[in-house]
């Protein structure tokens, strides 16, 4: 890694997925990591190009063209490393939150950029997420509406007990293992 250059904060960006609540160990454990994957708008788009351009740099991994234009997936290990399973996030106000952002929801991150050697590509690395707006999502029910039918609050009260009696299987069987096919 060369050229080490300032961590910056993006505008208000939409996200189109996101593995933040415990790191993503697809690749196995030497490669696990928190990440993020946004939507650029014109922007940022432009300000990556021209960083990209000012270091000297071949290409920006992580950033690629999808539907709905192109995407930036910025990741860390940082906080893997530090054992710490979810990724720590605030709100709009600056404040600490348990909340994490996922598709549709609008973020600002705080990116750091580096340049890698071996290829002389630029990776920006996640150092933060700034929670801006949370999508709403229709959680209580579904998108379903209420019906007579089977009332879920009360499923664990209403289960009969499906233990047998002591005297359905006799004390000298084998519970009917003799006639098993196999």
């Given at each position: 890694m060369k050229n080490k250059t300032e961590s910056f904060v993006t505008?208000?960006?939409?996200?189109?997925?996101?593995?933040?609540h415990k790191p993503d160990d697809k690749f196995g454990a030497d490669a696990s990591n928190h990440n993020i994957t946004i939507i650029l708008d014109k922007e940022l788009e432009q300000k990556l190009e021209d960083l990209q351009r000012e270091l000297g740099c071949d290409k920006i991994n992580?950033?690629?063209?999808?539907?709905?234009g192109?995407?930036?997936?910025?990741?860390?290990?940082?906080?893997?490393?530090?054992?710490?399973?979810t990724f720590p996030c605030v709100d709009a106000n600056a404040n600490t939150t348990t909340a994490l952002p996922f598709n549709g929801d609008k973020v600002k991150l705080k990116l750091f950029p580096i340049v890698i050697s071996r290829d002389n590509s630029l990776s920006l690395f996640l150092n933060g997420i700034q929670i801006i707006?949370?999508?709403?999502?229709?959680?209580?029910?579904?998108?379903?509406?209420?019906?007579?039918?089977?009332d879920g609050s009360t499923f664990e009260a209403e289960q009969p007990d499906r233990t047998p009696p002591e005297d359905a299987i006799p004390a000298d069987s084998d519970g009917g293992a003799d006639d098993l096919p196999f």
């Open positions: 505008e208000t960006v939409e996200v189109k997925w996101s593995h933040l992580g950033m690629k063209e999808v539907e709905e192109m995407t930036l997936k910025a990741k860390t290990k940082l906080y893997v490393k530090k054992n710490v399973k707006e949370k999508n709403e999502r229709d959680y209580d029910g579904g998108g379903f509406e209420a019906t007579d039918g089977f």
